[in-house]
Structure formats: structure tokens, C-alpha cells
T-cell receptor
Framework: DSGVTQTPKHLITATGQRVTLRCSPR?????VYWYQQSLDQGLQFLIQYYNGEERAKGNILERFSAQQFPDLHSELNLSSLELGDSALYFCASSVLAGGWGEQFFGPGTRLTVL | SQQGEEDPQALSIQEGENATMNCSYKTSINNLQWYRQNSGRGLVHLIL?????REKHSGRLRVTLDTSKKSSSLLITASRAADTASYFC????????????FGKGTKLTVNP
């Protein structure tokens, strides 16, 4: 158990809809990272937040947004969903602000868009 | 294409044998990490090796890094059925855009 929690575990929705994925980092970790894992694209970094502020941005679509709240939990919002958004979405956390060291991954949310 | 690419894509061995996986990358890095993922689950960090290090050990794991060849290898000695998983290398690109870039992974099967 990494100490990172993600909800929900599974999500099934329709094209055009909007969903919110939630992540709670390990106790003491200020950085939260979001990743998307799909069969064709592999594991792609989406975005990082550190102590409430956006720190780094990866391959995140404009239809996707994220935020980190004062209690350090984070939410990833996916809107106008398309079939191709079906994937595993992982949240990870670390103590680091900058640089890329050890990250602790949550169990993931499996999103299915029908 | 991917910054880091693992080789082979799949590897099947018997329990007790050693498993070697390779990772090649394209641009200079600050560090390279290896992660393990059991089927459909979250990734688990195994080891981080910095660009100025050549070899690192952790238990049954041995990682080497050759920056001149832009490659790394992960050796798992005396493998066990519980080592069955996918293994990913992840690179932190020097002077590049801020992100950790994962390869597509090597799927290791250890047969009892």
C-alpha cells in the first residue's frame, strides 16, 4: 500500500460527459502528479501540483483540468469525454517540489467511455 | 517516439533464473528510474540512478547506466513468481520540458 488513495476505482460514462477523479496523497507529500495509461500511448504525464500551485504540465488536453486543494487532495476533471479518453488514470505523490525523484502511485481509476 | 524504450517487450523465464531488461533513451538525462507494475495496478518505485552513477544495487536488483550509450539495464537475480510484472524505465530529461517520461515497458513472466 503506497499511502496514495484514488476514487473511484472504476468509472463508466458516455461520450460528451464530464467526470471528476479524486486523489489523496501520502501524508506529508506536497506534490501530486496525474498520469494517463492507455494501451496505445503508454504512461503519459499529465500535470503536477505542488502545495496548491501548478508546477509542471505534460500532455494534458485542454478538455482536462486539475487542481489541488488546501488539504492537498487533488481532483482531475475530464470533460467532453471521447472514446479515446478510456484509460487508467493514476495519481502519484512525492515530497519533492522540483526535479523528478521517487513517486508513490495510487491504485488508479479505470475510466471507460462508451 | 518514446524517450525511453525497453527491450525486450516481453520476457519469460523460469523461477531462479536471472532476468535482464534494457532501456534506451534519446537525450541527456538527470536521472533514470525503474518502476514495476503488477497487472492493472499502480506503479511501484524500484530504484533511481543519477546520471553521474554507473551502477546501483537494491536487494536482488542491479541497475547499470551507460550515459555514453544512453542506455540502462535492470537485472533481477534469482527471480521468483512474484516478480511477474511489467517493468518501466522513466527518464528525467536534462534541460527539457518538466516531466518524467516512461517507456512502454517489459512484461516479465516468471514461471514456477
Amino acid at each position: 500500500d503506497s499511502g496514495v488513495t484514488q476514487t473511484p476505482k472504476h468509472l463508466i460514462t458516455a461520450t460528451g460527459q464530464r467526470v471528476t477523479l479524486r486523489c489523496s496523497p501520502r501524508s506529508g507529500d506536497l506534490s501530486v502528479y496525474w498520469y494517463q495509461q492507455s494501451l496505445d500511448q503508454g504512461l503519459q504525464f499529465l500535470i503536477q501540483y505542488y502545495n496548491g500551485e501548478e508546477r509542471a504540465k505534460g500532455n494534458i488536453l485542454e478538455r482536462f483540468s486539475a487542481q489541488q486543494f488546501p488539504d492537498l487532495h487533488s481532483e482531475l476533471n475530464l470533460s467532453s469525454l471521447e472514446l479515446g479518453d478510456s484509460a487508467l488514470y493514476f495519481c502519484a505523490s512525492s515530497v519533492l517540489a522540483g526535479g523528478w525523484g521517487e513517486q508513490f502511485f495510487g491504485p488508479g481509476t479505470r475510466l471507460t467511455v462508451l | 517516439s518514446q524517450q525511453g524504450e525497453e527491450d525486450p517487450q516481453a520476457l519469460s523465464i523460469q523461477e531462479g533464473e536471472n532476468a535482464t531488461m534494457n532501456c534506451s533513451y534519446k537525450t541527456s538525462i538527470n536521472n533514470l528510474q525503474w518502476y514495476r507494475q503488477n497487472s492493472g495496478r499502480g506503479l511501484v518505485h524500484l530504484i533511481l540512478i543519477r546520471s553521474n552513477e554507473r551502477e546501483k544495487h537494491s536487494g536482488r536488483l542491479r541497475v547499470t547506466l551507460d550515459t555514453s550509450k544512453k542506455s540502462s539495464s535492470l537485472l533481477i537475480t534469482a527471480s521468483r513468481a512474484a516478480d511477474t510484472a511489467s517493468y518501466f524505465c522513466a527518464t528525467d530529461i536534462q534541460g527539457g520540458s518538466e516531466k518524467l517520461v516512461f517507456g512502454k515497458g517489459t512484461k516479465l513472466t516468471v514461471n514456477p
